[in-house]
């Protein structure tokens, strides 16, 4: 195995480095990096490896070389690099240059330690909304397809307009550039594909905890009602064992409310819905947008729908439309060990079903019987009117014996 040294390296290239640095590189048998970076070294006399979506290949390639080897990587190689995925099988010597975060911070004269980092490089931007949401500032890691001005038009879809940007492109390079913002004005901009995306909060938003009223979410009319309501919707979402990178499914979304208190929690998970009502799907995406959550959302009876989503670590069934056997099969072939399916009834016999169907899946169950009453003024008085009762039905899929 090689001598490795993992190099960080600036858009100033060669001139960014150590003269200790340079002698590394000169006295090394084997030099792999971007393109670009390899470009900084036109006079290397050892064997190059350009870095382009090949990285088994590197790190089989670094196992195999004996003399000396050098692998450049962009400012920071620990942070969203290279640096972890190779020192994790081998041993290297680890020398990183500023980040790009950093660096655009400084160009803002902006603290940075209480940022969120997101990174939407090479990936998508589903979900993105709930990760923003209340942060007061982030910094946002960019490619060309998710550029700032696409970054821009996703969140106005949102009304995240709190929110300004400094875009910071080709830092510490020649044509560096570096730009304030509104999000109207950057929708409209074009950048260098080299960015670094902060955004700093900068008026007040609404903020919205666990138990959103019923009344805040668009319904279907005239038949209101359609939704998990706050008091039982709280006490199902603590059932259903959220974490802040679950999966979850919701099922029969309806209005979306349970999706929505979901996709507030697993901020660094995801949420997937399916409605098989047409009419259900306007509000559910009004009200997705209205929350600032960013939810996938799919129009199918279930189990249609559920075959493209992750497997999930929490289950919501909100309706079953007479697929209860199946449905429960479905997800409890899907769920993650120790991952959690929860089923709201109003019946003895729905029940009772879905009590056998989860014991028969060999799930531990539990079952709550919420009954909510609810203060309604009379004259200048105040009397109780009762909601109907909710059966909270709770499986708990085992965990796999090691």
Not at 292 to 306: I, N, S
Request: proline share 4%; net charge negative; charged share 25%.
């Amino acid at each position: 195995m090689s001598n490795l040294h993992i190099m960080g390296i600036g858009a100033d290239g060669a001139a960014g480095l150590h003269p200790r640095q340079i002698e590394v590189i000169k006295q090394s048998d084997f030099l792999a990096g971007g393109e670009r970076q390899l470009s900084y070294f036109p006079e290397f006399q050892g064997e190059t490896f350009a870095i382009k979506g090949n990285l088994r290949e590197l790190k089989e390639r670094l196992k195999k070389e004996t003399g000396q080897a050098v692998v450049l990587a962009s400012g920071d190689p620990l942070f969203y690099g290279i640096g972890a995925y190779l020192s994790g099988e081998m041993s290297a010597v680890i020398e990183p240059q500023p980040s790009s975060v950093q660096l655009a911070f400084a160009r803002m004269n902006e603290s940075w330690q209480n940022a969120k980092i997101i990174s939407v490089h090479g990936r998508p931007m589903t979900g993105l909304a709930q990760k923003i949401d209340g942060e007061e500032k982030v910094a946002l890691l960019t490619d060309e397809t998710n550029s700032p001005d696409t970054i821009a038009r996703y969140m106005l879809d949102f009304d995240m307009t709190e929110y300004d940007a400094f875009v910071a492109e080709n830092i510490a390079a020649s044509d560096e550039r570096c730009r304030h913002f509104t999000l109207d004005e950057m929708a409209e901009a074009s950048f260098s594909s080299l960015n670094v995306v902060i955004l700093k909060k900068n008026r007040p938003s609404k903020k919205w905890a666990t138990g959103i009223p019923d009344d805040e979410f668009d319904q279907r009319k005239p038949d209101k009602g359609l939704i998990t309501k706050r008091d039982i919707r709280i006490l199902t979402i603590g059932r259903m064992n959220i974490k802040r990178d679950s999966v979850v499914w919701d099922i029969g979304t309806c209005t979306g409310s349970i999706a929505i208190e979901a996709a507030k929690i697993a901020r660094d998970g995801a949420v997937f819905a399916v409605e098989k009502n047409e009419p259900d799907l306007a509000n559910a995406r009004a009200n997705f947008k209205k929350f600032r959550t960013d939810v996938t959302l799919v129009h199918a009876k279930a189990p249609d729908g559920l075959a493209d989503f992750p497997d999930p670590d929490c289950v919501f069934m909100g309706g079953t439309a007479g697929n209860m056997d199946k449905l429960i099969q479905t997800c409890a072939d899907r769920l993650k060990p120790g991952g959690t399916m929860v089923l709201n009834a109003v019946t003895i016999e729905n029940m009772s079903k879905a009590y056998q169907l989860l014991k028969e899946a060999e799930f531990d169950v539990d079952i709550a019987l919420a009954q909510v009453s609810l203060s309604k003024p009379i004259l200048n008085m105040t009397r109780f009117e009762a909601q109907n009762p909710v059966y909270i039905i709770c499986g708990t899929r085992k965990e796999e014996q090691s």
